[in-house]
């Protein structure tokens, strides 16, 4: 079974090759590339969250918590925390072993803030963690 990719990814691979295609026009590039900015922004505010979809991904983003608050919500909560459909499992001492909202066990360890902080920019991003 093939796993669809969220729209804003796909929107946002599309407009990059746009722009790749136009790095050869400079000219061309300089007036087109403020238009595709304004697209991919319009997309990211109107698309829904591929893991909370009644929610556009502008208001998902702007739910999130920094890296270290999210450090410190995971240290705090014992063997498990249950984030955005994400569950986080306790592997030792501050090391965390991450289950995906489709029920994929171990699709990224976390050790470190730096760690939440990729997570998070993924999750900013539309990409479901462990797919594609």
């Known amino acids: 079974m093939e796993i669809q990719r969220p729209a804003g990814e796909l929107i946002g691979e599309e407009l990059d090759k746009i722009r790749d295609a136009l790095a050869d026009y400079p000219q061309l590039h300089h007036q087109i590339f403020h238009c595709l900015e304004q697209i991919r922004r319009a997309a990211e505010a109107v698309l829904p969250c591929p893991v909370m979809p009644v929610i556009s991904m502008k208001e998902y983003n702007e ?12 240290n705090a909560a014992g ?54």
């Open 63 to 74: 739910q999130l918590p920094s890296a270290e608050a999210l450090w410190e919500m995971v």
């Open 79 to 132: 063997s498990r925390l249950e984030f955005h459909g994400y569950a986080f499992w306790r592997e030792g001492e501050q090391r965390w072993s991450l289950t995906n909202p489709l029920g994929m066990d171990e699709v990224m360890i976390l050790h470190t803030p730096e760690d939440f902080e990729k997570f998070l920019q993924q999750l900013r991003a539309g990409v479901v963690v462990g797919v594609g």
